[in-house]
């Protein structure tokens, strides 16, 4: 209400100088909370780290990626373009239930992506799906075919995914759906 900031001590904090305006969108991310258990998931658009805060407990669990050891710091100084072009997406897209929190995975630059939506490339990563349980342990990964993959809804019965295609081949394929096997083997 003052005005005045505190920091949380385990979210990134960097020495490069970002402008104000900027600040929102460097660490902006993708959250989903859990009323059973009172914890929030965020997946950050821009580090690649995925937290999981306990609200009750007032803890936050930390999760980086294997072959990460500490966290890159993100270089958003550009003058002409609000996030500049090298900036890379992590996690992008997020849906959670009681049992799982389901991120996509982009760990795409902005130029990447702008390139490959003009038709430039097609040498893009393959967006992923990273499922956590709600202790922060990573339960499953799979990588998809499709690059263009929008919002998104799991069904945990069938263990199906669905998503909204943002370069579908024809109309009636807007919505594309993945059987995720290797969830449905780990739930029996």
């Avoid at 263990?159 to 993945?178: A, C, H, L, S």
């Amino acid at each position: 209400r003052d005005g005045s900031l505190q920091w949380v001590p385990n979210f990134p904090k960097q020495s490069l100088k970002v402008p104000k305006h900027k600040v929102g969108y460097l660490y902006s991310s993708v959250s989903s909370l859990n009323p059973k258990t009172k914890q929030i998931a965020s997946g950050m658009q821009h580090f690649d780290r995925f937290d999981l805060v306990d609200v009750i407990n007032n803890t936050v669990l930390t999760v980086v990626q294997e072959d990460k050891v500490e966290v890159k710091e993100v270089d958003l100084i550009d003058d002409h373009n609000l996030l500049p072009p090298e900036t890379r997406s992590y996690y992008v897209r997020n849906y959670s239930t009681e049992k799982f929190i389901y991120l996509l995975y982009s760990n795409m630059t902005m130029q990447e992506g702008m390139e490959f939506y003009q038709g430039k490339r097609s040498d893009v990563p393959k967006p992923q799906l990273h499922v956590f349980d709600w202790k922060g342990n990573a339960v499953y990964k799979a990588v998809f075919d499709k690059v263009a993959l929008g919002k998104f809804f799991l069904d945990e019965k069938t263990w199906t995914i669905y998503f909204r295609d943002g370069m579908p081949e024809n109309e009636e394929d807007i919505f594309v759906k993945y059987e995720l096997k290797g969830l449905r083997n780990l739930n029996r």
